[in-house]
């Protein structure tokens, strides 16, 4: 099971209360997601359940030990914070095991793809056209 830490994400000073409990809140509903989905659909599900979303997955590819897959995820921001958590989900296909990883674990190169990202699907949101499509 996954450690309890003081997480701090964003370049800007956020409660690392706050954002230990987004990784609790993930992680907990990660532990109670069916065992019958995939990766992302548990993932998808485990956000949606504590009000976040999936960002993005991909391969590992030995960017972080243990893992073979990587879910980026974002929780929003609590009441009183102006910046979103930045959470990973981690997968080791060997074990089946499912680890939440936050800025610390991943490093900044990764981190800082998610947040770009992040920012990116912002934007085309809220340019999209009233129908709900991204232009």
Known sequence: MMSEKNIQIGR??????????????????????????????????AAAS?????????PAEGQI?????ICGVRIPAA???????????????????VRVADRRDVGERLYSFATAYASLMDRLKRRAP??????
Request: charged share 25%; aromatic share 6%.
């Open 65 to 69: 030990e243990d893992a073979s897959r």
């Open 50 to 58: 504590i009000g976040g979303e999936v960002l993005f997955e991909m």
């Open 12 to 45: 800007a000073s956020q409660d690392p209360l706050a954002a230990s409990m987004a990784a609790l809140e993930l992680e907990l509903a990660l532990d109670f997601q069916h065992a019958d989905r995939s990766f992302r659909e548990g993932v998808q599900w």
């Open 130 to 135: 009233a129908t709900g499509e991204m232009a």
């Open 79 to 97: 009441s009183g914070h102006s910046r979103p958590t930045i959470l990973f989900a981690l997968l080791d296909e060997k074990t089946g095991q």
